[in-house]
């Protein structure tokens, strides 16, 4: 049987993987711990001390935050596993580790916004309360992180490569449009 692999393109190096523009640089953001809690989840952030949580192309700052991604479920970023094992928890919420399951990246410079208008049908000054939505076709979790210009990508991690190369055709990357 023939190897169709050969044919595909290596995944990128996520430890140093980046891209840079005129208007853009993208980076991999390698070893995040990420877990998804589902339940009662007013009850996890009075719990773990996270005032709240930012929704789509909401601003998120620090090393431990949450961002939505359902009415029910946060994706919680820097939380170890030390501080809150996984499984069912007697305060009502569930958590689960998925730090392998998605890769992370930076999007930062002035063509964010552009960058946006090719990737998402998101309206990004009205773009709704849950970070989970449709960028390049794909479900990430996208928001701002530290100040306006960075956008953050959670994407899952069998998907990222996929993204990768249609980020790395943008124009904005090119020097195009």
Same mark, same amino acid.
């Given at each position: 049987?023939?190897?169709?692999? &050969?044919? @595909? $393109?290596? %995944?990128? +190096?996520?430890t140093s993987a980046r891209l840079h523009g005129p208007t853009l640089d993208i980076r991999a953001v390698p070893g995040l711990p990420q877990?998804?809690?589902?339940? #009662?989840?007013? /009850? ?5 001390? =996270? ?16 961002? /939505?991604?359902? $009415? +029910? /479920? ?10 809150? !094992?996984?499984? @069912?928890?007697? %305060? ?7 730090? !392998?399951?998605?890769?992370? =990246? +930076? ?6 916004? #552009?960058? =946006?208008? /090719?990737?998402? &049908?998101?309206?990004?000054? #009205?773009?709704?309360?849950? !970070? !989970?939505?449709?960028?390049?076709? =794909?479900?990430? &979790?996208?928001?701002?992180?530290? +100040? ?9 991690r069998g998907l990222a490569a996929y993204l990768w190369e249609w980020l790395e055709c943008q124009p904005l990357l090119a020097g195009g %449009?």
């Open positions: 049987m023939p190897d169709i692999s &050969t044919g @595909w $393109r290596p %995944e990128p +190096d996520w877990r998804l809690v589902s339940g #009662d989840i007013a /009850r996890f952030l009075a719990r773990h001390g =996270l005032s709240g949580d930012v929704g789509g192309l909401g601003l998120a700052s620090g090393d431990r935050y949450a961002v /939505r991604v359902a $009415r +029910d /479920r946060l994706l919680v970023v820097g939380l170890a596993a030390s501080d809150c !094992a996984d499984g @069912w928890h007697a %305060e009502g919420y569930g958590v689960s580790t998925v730090g !392998a399951g998605l890769r992370v =990246l +930076d999007i930062r410079g002035a063509g964010v916004r #552009d960058l =946006l208008a /090719r990737a998402t &049908t998101v309206d990004p000054d #009205d773009p709704g309360r849950s !970070a !989970a939505l449709l960028f390049c076709g =794909l479900t990430c &979790t996208v928001y701002f992180h530290g +100040d306006g210009q960075t956008l953050r990508l959670h994407v899952d %449009e």
